[in-house]
């Protein structure tokens, strides 16, 4: 009979993401012990009010009403006062680290702060935040390659559309001509619901009520989640070493119902693309308002679609899109993620 093999877990954010991630065990820890022979143990929890440490295990059901129910980490038994994610991390050396706390584009924290505690002791870290990727992406690899611990994000770009593994795992010594994608779902339905004569407001409302919307809605809006997807696209798959500062961001603000009219009078309609385009100078990355036509594939992505077109010399090229309404699917690319590292 084989062993199942119990993973201790840390979660950093219990928002949408890791409350989903909650979700998911509840609903699959017979099929992960079957499956793949591993238990998450979860002994380690924090949210804004501070981190909390129960050696015996929170219940996934139990945390995850508890922070429906609007409950505060500092309230729960094991609460470590003044403790950081980061100072928790490097005295409990757990197996895994879940990192969904907001995105901080100014200093990354608190997330990156944990993320590099976690992978100096080792622990295998799955990020849904991009914040760390983009400010120190060569930097957290190297801590990783220095310690041999495990380090994913394929939940950072697109939801639960595996382009990170796509790109790096099965486009084997493809060159990459470009890419064009839809890369955030928020800004996607704003200009669908707009194009339909809705309002701005009442769309952007909408997603925040799904929980798809940043923490920070003007990360969407301004064209800023889209640009960190690219930074790490570029990094991870086109092998690049750039910042955001590489990259050119207009967001979706200055779009007008007027512009949107005009463009289905014309068969084409506007998307927030990213993009990655071959020059003699090399790769030119950028995020703005396009005008494309109705009928191709990134046109068709509609909604809450998001969408990826990769231009190949070996593959050809490829579309991958994802219909997400919910961060249910993120959780399950952390998930994913944690799986593909930590079984046998
Ligand atoms: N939502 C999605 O569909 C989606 C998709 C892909 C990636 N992501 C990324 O996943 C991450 C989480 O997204 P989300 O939708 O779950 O966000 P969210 O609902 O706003 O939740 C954020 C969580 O982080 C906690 N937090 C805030 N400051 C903290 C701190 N200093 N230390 C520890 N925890 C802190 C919050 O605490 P409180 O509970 O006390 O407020 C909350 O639990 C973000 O980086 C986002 O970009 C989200």
Not at 186 to 204: C, D, K, P, Q, R
Request: charged content about 20%.
């Amino acid at each position: 009979m084989t062993s199942i093999k119990t993973v201790s877990c840390a979660l950093v954010g219990l928002g949408n993401v890791n409350r989903n991630f909650l979700r998911i065990l509840e609903l699959k820890s017979t099929e992960l012990a079957r499956r793949y022979q591993l238990r998450f143990h979860i002994v380690c929890v924090a949210d804004s009010s501070g981190g909390a440490v129960d050696p015996a295990g929170f219940d996934p059901a139990a945390l995850r009403r508890f922070k429906e129910a609007g409950g505060q980490v500092c309230t729960l038994p094991g609460y470590k006062a003044g403790a950081t994610p980061a100072e928790l991390l490097s005295a409990l050396r757990c197996d895994l680290l879940l990192e969904a706390s907001p995105v901080n584009l100014h200093t990354g924290e608190p997330g990156l702060s944990a993320v590099r505690a976690a992978l100096r002791c080792g622990t295998t870290v799955v990020l849904a935040n991009k914040g760390p990727l983009v400010l120190a992406y060569r930097e957290l690899h190297e801590l990783a390659a220095g310690s041999g611990a495990g380090l994913a994000f394929s939940a950072t770009v697109c939801g639960a559309l595996p382009v990170i593994n796509i790109g790096q795992r099965d486009l084997v010594a493809a060159e990459f001509l470009g890419l064009r994608g839809i890369f955030n779902a928020t800004t996607n339905y704003i200009l669908a619901e707009m194009a339909l004569g809705h309002s701005y407001a009442a769309a952007l409302a909408e997603a925040q009520r799904c929980g798809i919307a940043e923490t920070d809605p003007t990360l969407d809006v301004e064209g800023w989640d889209a640009a960190n997807k690219l930074v790490i696209v570029a990094n991870s798959v086109l092998g690049l070493d750039v910042t955001l500062a590489d990259v050119q961001v207009q967001g979706i603000t200055g779009v007008t119902a007027e512009q949107l009219v005009r463009a289905a009078q014309q068969g084409a309609t506007v998307k927030l693309l990213a993009a990655a385009e071959r020059s003699e100078q090399g790769y030119l990355l950028s995020v703005r308002p396009t005008v494309v036509p109705a009928d191709s594939f990134l046109g068709q992505c509609s909604g809450w679609e998001m969408g990826i077109e990769l231009h190949t010399d070996l593959y050809g090229k490829l579309y991958h899109k994802i219909w997400e309404r919910e961060p249910l699917p993120t959780a399950a690319a952390m998930l994913r993620d944690a799986v593909n590292l930590l079984a046998a």
